[in-house]
């Protein structure tokens, strides 16, 4: 495993780590429920851009930017959402659900050949 992997593992370990610690704290709380979902989807992607990189077979290869590319699509949407809730902006949930909807057809647009092509190596990846 190279220094990218191991840097990928960690960035799940540590944001999956610290969403959980924090939910744990106070799972009513609006922002912990929302960051949570923020550090779920970081995780995500970095152990998908961990499976990507470090799979010599293009099928998983594929299966795996497949789930990079929609938690890299997730990460703004929730992230926003957090932001709201930490902000205590309430005048704008028609706002929050059409980022909502507009995010999740963005993730399941990138499973279509529209939105890429397949995947292939390059740099050593």
């Known amino acids: ?30 922002v912990n429920r929302s960051w949570f979902a923020v550090s779920i989807f970081v995780g995500l992607w970095g152990l998908s851009l961990y499976g990507v990189t470090s799979n010599f077979n293009i099928n998983t290869a594929e299966k795996w930017q497949y789930l990079l590319d929609i938690s ?22 028609w706002f929050k659900r059409l980022i909502l909807y507009l995010g999740a057809g963005v993730a399941i647009f990138s499973v279509t050949p529209y939105f890429k092509l397949g995947v292939h190596e390059q740099f050593g990846f």
């Open 1 to 30: 495993m190279n220094l990218f992997g191991i840097t990928s593992i960690i960035i799940f370990f540590a944001s999956v780590g610290f969403g959980l610690f924090l939910y744990s704290s106070n799972r009513e709380s609006k």
């Open 72 to 93: 890299a699509t997730l990460i703004p949407v929730t992230y926003f959402a957090f932001v709201c809730d930490l902000l205590g902006i309430k005048n704008n949930d």
